[in-house]
T-cell receptor, first 111, second 111 residues
Framework: GEDVEQSLFLSVREGDSSVINCTYT??????LYWYKQEPGAGLQLLTY?????DMKQDQRLTVLLNKKDKHLSLRIADTQTGDSAIYFC???????????FGKGTKLSVIP | SQTIHQWPATLVQPVGSPLSLECTVE??????LYWYRQAAGRGLQLLFY??????ISSEVPQNLSASRPQDRQFILSSKKLLLSDSGFYLC??????????FGPGTRLTVL
């Protein structure tokens, strides 16, 4: 089945760019997703990218997809303290309409 | 627009007591519905999913069960809670493609 890997922690200074990386194993993945989880809350769908795209930009968020290396990244420009959260990468799972999530990257923003 | 509700938000229960967590979705019909558990290690574990009324698929053997008595209602239950059932329980509904939208979660502590 699908396996999704992420680094667990990232620390950046306020105003810098953050880059969160993710690798996945199933090359047939159609859409890939990024979710954000703030403390004590559910997961919020941030953005997604279709597998035939290399890049998608949405305001401060840029998603890059290297399909050959099965590598996905999320770049947050001008990182703010409000961006502190856990970010999950997700790819279609083994069954229909299922997602496999990475363990999440905890982003800490230093003022 | 679609909204998803979970209750209660927080629950403290003794070992051996029963459990009932409820999830309801508004603004969509015949959604796919999901129950996840998030333990302290942050990873998301898919517990159950449902593609229609009365249709429940279990992903892992456990002390829990799920039911879908109505199109937009998903219930997670247990007859006797274990200490290991403690965690953050998330309900989600599935939209187009595989993307999922999460509720606010229920924090369950079993003592």
């Amino acid at each position: 089945g699908e396996d999704v890997e992420q680094s667990l922690f990232l620390s950046v200074r306020e105003g810098d760019s953050s880059v969160i990386n993710c690798t996945y194993t199933d090359s047939s993945s159609t859409y890939l997703y990024w979710y954000k989880q703030e403390p004590g809350a559910g997961l919020q769908l941030l953005t997604y990218i279709f597998s035939n795209m290399d890049m998608k930009q949405d305001q401060r968020l840029t998603v890059l997809l290297n399909k050959k290396d099965k590598h996905l990244s999320l770049r947050i420009a001008d990182t703010q303290t409000g961006d502190s959260a856990i970010y999950f990468c997700a790819a279609p799972g083994a069954g229909s309409y299922q997602l496999t999530f990475g363990k999440g990257t905890k982003l800490s923003v230093i003022p | 627009s679609q909204t998803i509700h979970q209750w209660p938000a927080t629950l403290v229960q003794p070992v051996g007591s029963p459990l009932s967590l409820e999830c309801t979705v508004e603004g969509t019909s015949n959604p796919n519905l999901y129950w996840y558990r998030q333990a302290a290690g942050r990873g998301l574990q898919l517990l159950f999913y449902s593609v229609g009324i009365g249709q429940i698929s279990s992903e892992v053997p456990q002390n829990l069960s799920a039911s879908r008595p109505q199109d937009r209602q998903f219930i997670l239950s247990s007859k006797k809670l274990l200490l290991s059932d403690s965690g953050f329980y998330l309900c989600a509904w599935g939209g187009n493609r595989e993307q999922q939208f999460f509720g606010p979660g229920t924090r369950l502590t079993v003592l």
